[in-house]
């Protein structure tokens, strides 16, 4: 199977989640095969996109959640407000949240627990800057962010846990590393993961790649089966741009079905 994670930021209100939701359906109408869409509006708009994805394959996720339960948090948004409102994933650790609000590896492993506490599936960020890159610190800054981030998880039953390998530099600047880096951090990060948490039914972990995905390079990510699917910003609030990646999703699905019978 392969994923998409549609990550709208702060860029649409309820309106136009609605909107955007609407035409987010509409990319997977006459698929017989068809990726897994996740679709993450900002917390305003997850009520009323519930409504129009309820009855459909796509799934609900949130851009974020706070760790404790309940209480005198102003602005925060706890796991049991999101269940309520049929969220079934929460992206945890994006870099936006680790830069801009300054987010800290420890604070990302107690939402990676609350997420899981609530049976939902976190969607973990990890990715390393551009400094860290140019120094070769990559992979030491990604494993450090791992191993935070999961330190204390171990998967029980068919409990899933999404990764996202999201190199700071790539989001938002139409910059992306080769495929072939990608497809060895994803190896990387797969390995990593399956030790810390302890990993016993395969597919339950699932590794996918994030920063300057589009309509014209999805395929190229998509077609490697290393990469489980791909994370989109910008790309996934214009829906020409998304149809063309959940056609590329679907165009790797179908060779891989066909070459299987
Ligand atoms: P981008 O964002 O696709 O706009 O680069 C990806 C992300 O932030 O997850």
Known sequence: ??????????????????ALARGTLLTLRGRVVAPELVI?????????????????????GAQDVFWEEQGAY??????????????EYVIVGHSERRQTFGETDEQIAKKVALVRSHSMT???????????????????????????ALGEV???????LMMAYEPV??????????????VQMHEFVRQLVQEVVG????????????GSVDGENAYQFLREPEIDGVLVGSASVKLNQFK?????????????????V
């Open 1 to 18: 199977m392969k994923t998409i994670i549609a990550n709208w930021k702060m860029n649409a209100g309820v309106r136009e989640s609605v």
């Open 40 to 60: 993450c509006p900002a917390f305003v708009g997850l009520s009323e996109v519930h409504k129009v994805v309820a009855r459909s394959s796509v799934s609900l």
């Open 74 to 87: 102003t602005g925060a948004v706890s796991g049991r407000m999101l269940t309520e409102l049929g969220v």
């Open 122 to 148: 976190p969607i973990v960020c990890v990715g390393e800057t551009r400094a860290e890159r140019d120094q070769g610190l990559a992979r030491e800054r990604v494993q450090a962010q791992v191993l935070s």
């Open 154 to 160: 171990r998967l029980r039953g068919r409990e899933q």
């Open 169 to 182: 530099w790539a989001i938002g600047t139409g910059e992306t590393p080769d495929v072939a880096e990608v």
């Open 199 to 210: 990993e016993t039914e395969t597919g339950s972990i699932r590794v996918l790649y994030g």
């Open 244 to 260: 063309d990646i959940v056609k590329a999703a679907a165009d790797v699905l179908e060779s891989q079905f066909s070459s299987s």
